[in-house]
């Protein structure tokens, strides 16, 4: 089978066992997944995450928190590319050109050289070594790509629900795999191969 076969058959397994998940399920796991987040990354990080949509963890508990501590947060806007900007309100999204909730277009914008910054990525699936499988418009690994010299002080979390942790995530070489994987029962630092 050819990768991208491989790929779009993964993305439909997904799909299948993220429907299966009824709304109370998906809820409760998502509100555990946000309280290890807090745990895990403390006051004064400045970090980048996503507006979560219907088909993703809810992490708004997460986000809500890291606005109370007045820590920089920094979400994803999609043009031609994908930039992050930062919010100081969720209430304050607006409704980009894919239809995701991002800041407005006069939000700052995150520039380099960065602080110590975490970056929450979604993904359709993971794995233990830090694969990740994405939407498939590439948005996410062409920002880091051309961040990579830049990004020394950068960790990457891939941010999941349970069902979406696999065996093994077909990858391509400009494929960026995560530092880590957060779920409800925790983060996992990447396996190495």
């Not at 830090?130 to 590439?138: E, P, S, V």
């Not at 990579?148 to 349970?162: A, C, N, P, Q």
Request: charged fraction near 30%; aromatic fraction near 6%; charge should be negative.
């Amino acid at each position: 089978m050819h990768l991208q076969d491989e790929k779009a058959a993964l993305r439909t397994a997904i799909d299948e066992r993220m429907k299966r998940m009824t709304d109370a399920e998906r809820s409760a796991e998502s509100r555990s997944l946000s309280r290890r987040l807090t745990e895990a990354i403390p006051a004064g990080t400045a970090i980048c995450a996503f507006y979560p949509m219907r088909s993703e963890a809810d992490i708004t508990p997460f986000l809500e928190e890291v606005l109370r501590r007045g820590d920089p947060l920094y979400l994803p806007c999609f043009d031609s590319a994908l930039i992050f900007r930062q919010t100081t309100d969720l209430k304050a999204l607006v409704r980009g050109k894919l239809g995701t909730l991002e800041p407005p277009e006069a939000a700052p914008e995150l520039t380099a050289p960065y602080s110590p910054l975490t970056m929450l990525i979604p993904g359709r699936a993971f794995d233990a070594h830090g694969n990740r499988l994405g939407r498939g418009n590439g948005g996410y690994d062409q920002w880091l790509n051309a961040e990579k010299d830049r990004r020394t002080s950068m960790r990457l979390i891939g941010v999941s629900l349970e069902c979406q942790i696999v065996d093994k995530v077909p990858v391509e070489s400009h494929d960026v795999r995560m530092d880590a994987v957060a779920t409800a029962r925790g983060i996992s630092e990447r396996m190495e191969n």
